[in-house]
């Protein structure tokens, strides 16, 4: 069984459901990459594994536990980080605190998990006085992407980690993303920039319409020319 | 020797009753703002509340007073303060627990939540009245002056005369105290951290683990004590009746959305602010300018006391048209 599994997921927000069987897998240490076109669910997926959705069918596991039924908190205590799209800092405190606040549920002492976190993102570290809403686009993402890791989590969710950075930041923020990935934690990551989320994923999934259109390894699936055609522009 | 007079009575009559004043207002804006930074609405309750804490002070007072207890020089209520803090802030928990948490759980508008807060606001100015009644107390005791007119004329020869209140003198020393501790709360502490990320993002700060009912009580629990201090120094410097504390909402509102709704600094800053034009625009200039060789034949009065609230109205209407943030960048409506 997959370290993330989550299975034949239907539901949406009111009424009518936006996702129909859908289904991601993650498996330990690697990246699943959820792409699409616009409208096509992979948020609304994303925010189901997390639990922000009610399902209606399918199950979510993680290693190998139901937590189907737990609310985000709770999924955060068994080993999730999840970086919303948006909104993702706090604006008005410090990078340091952005950190702290991440670790807030943990007892323990954290000051090594933030020291991890200023090796991965050293800027981080130089700017840890200034407050979060200074800082540029992608340090921001920086900032927010450290704030979830502070948990030590076993999968990491990453919701469109570079809209609105520069071509020159998404490569870096990609690079660490793999970095993340070598230390074991599992990532799921939804991108726009399909093209070249693809080439680090272990696994891609195209979405259509809430529900699995293609599902095979970021390679192949960047080899195929369907896919080519249709999601990635030629 | 006349510009030294002309200081003097600047200071006398404008600098330390304004200093005084800006002190209390800034208590009172510190509630308001923390409370609309964290519970996304403006806290009309917010005077009522202060009138509540400071009688219920009063009687307290009045029972150490009975009971032979004193401070010596200091005035007795400053020892009544805690128990007025903790019984006040019983009250906000009650009131949060019986009338603002259906609201927040129905996800109310900030408006309607603004609705509901004068709603408590008459019940709280009812409460007030049934305890205590609806005359004018003086409650402070101890030293009355630490500068008297008197001393100062022996001091320094000078015509004009200065005095210094203790209970001036108190409000500023009491409220810089409280200042200090509050920042110091919110910047040092976990708990405090938790308060200023929970006003900052709120759906973060639930994904972090942040327990959002904790930090309610606590921001309460921190608006009572504000609003009780607040209301005990006011108290203290001029004298309680409830309807003035209900009045006091208007400078107090104008001081938080002045220095920017959500921004304890710019509270603090707008207090002061508020206090000083309200005091210099009523404040009858003729004496300073005749000491500077101007014989004005009118009052030089801007305002006569009366309409000093109007100088919060044209303030907060000036800053709402031309900087609706505050002066401190705050949360815009």
Redesign the interface.
């Known amino acids: 069984m997959s370290f993330l599994d989550a299975s034949g997921m239907t539901g949406g927000y009111g009424a009518t459901d936006i996702l129909h069987d859908c289904t991601l897998r993650v498996e330990k240490g690697q990246i699943a990459v959820i792409v699409g076109p616009n409208g096509a669910g992979k948020s609304t997926a994303m925010k189901a594994v997390f639990g922000m959705l009610r399902l209606r069918a399918g199950k979510v596991t993680l290693d190998g536990e139901d937590i189907t039924a737990l609310s985000?908190?709770e999924r955060?205590?068994k080993g999730m980080g999840?970086v919303?799209q948006v909104?993702?800092?706090?604006?008005?405190?410090t990078v340091e605190?952005n950190l702290?606040?991440?670790a807030?549920?943990r007892e323990d002492d954290f000051t090594g998990t933030m020291e991890q976190v200023f090796e991965l993102f050293p800027i981080l570290c130089d700017k840890r006085r200034q407050n979060a809403g200074e800082l540029s686009g992608g340090q921001r993402q920086q900032v927010a992407v450290g704030?979830a890791l502070m948990t030590k989590p076993k999968l990491l969710m990453l919701d469109e980690p570079t809209a609105g950075v520069s071509p020159i930041v998404m490569d870096e923020l990609f690079d660490r993303i793999i970095e993340i990935a070598r230390t074991g934690i599992s990532i799921l990551m939804v991108e726009q920039n399909a093209r070249q989320a693809l080439e680090i994923a272990d696994t891609g999934y195209v979405l259509v319409q809430g529900a699995n259109r293609y599902t095979d390894t970021g390679a192949a699936l960047m080899a195929d020319p369907e896919v080519r055609r249709t999601f990635l522009g030629g | 020797m006349d510009l030294l007079n002309a200081l003097v009575a600047i200071l006398n009559y404008v600098v330390i009753p304004a200093t005084a004043y800006g002190a209390q207002l800034a208590l009172g804006a510190l509630g308001v703002t923390l409370i609309y930074g964290i519970l996304r609405f403006s806290n009309f309750a917010h005077g009522d509340t202060m009138a509540f804490g400071t009688a219920v002070t009063i009687i307290v007072t009045w029972g150490l007073q009975a009971a032979g207890v004193s401070l010596g020089p200091l005035p007795t209520a400053l020892l009544a303060l805690p128990f007025g803090i903790a019984i006040t802030a019983a009250l906000m928990l009650a009131t949060d627990r019986v009338i603002y948490r259906y609201y927040r759980k129905v996800h109310a508008a900030p408006v309607i939540l603004v609705m509901v807060s004068v709603g408590v606001m008459f019940l709280m100015n009812g409460i007030t009245r049934l305890l205590i009644g609806v005359d004018e107390i003086r409650f402070d005791d101890g030293a009355r002056f630490l500068i008297t007119a008197r001393e100062w004329r022996d001091w320094t020869g000078l015509a004009e005369p200065l005095t210094l209140r203790s209970t001036q003198a108190i409000t500023v020393v009491v409220a810089a105290v409280v200042v200090w501790a509050l920042f110091w709360f919110l910047a040092k502490t976990?708990t405090g951290?938790?308060m200023?990320?929970f006003s900052?993002?709120e759906?973060?700060?639930?994904?972090?683990?942040?327990n959002p009912n904790r930090v309610v009580a606590v921001t309460w629990i921190i608006a009572a004590a504000l609003a009780t201090t607040a209301g005990v120094l006011y108290g203290l410097d001029k004298s309680f009746k409830a309807f003035n504390y209900f009045q006091l909402l208007l400078p107090v509102f104008a001081a938080a959305i002045v220095g920017g709704l959500g921004n304890p600094l710019g509270a603090i800053a707008g207090g002061f602010i508020i206090a000083f034009s309200e005091v210099g625009v009523t404040y009858a200039w003729k004496k300073v300018a005749g000491y500077l060789g101007y014989n004005a034949d009118g009052l030089l009065q801007l305002l006569s006391t009366e309409y000093k609230f109007a100088v919060s109205f044209v303030i907060l209407i000036i800053v709402l048209l031309f900087k609706p943030t505050g002066l401190f960048r705050g949360k815009s409506f």
């Open positions: 985000p908190q955060v205590r999840f919303p909104n993702n800092v706090f604006p008005t405190m605190e702290e606040m991440g807030f549920i704030r | 976990r951290k938790s200023r990320a900052d993002n759906d973060l700060a639930l994904l972090s683990g942040i």
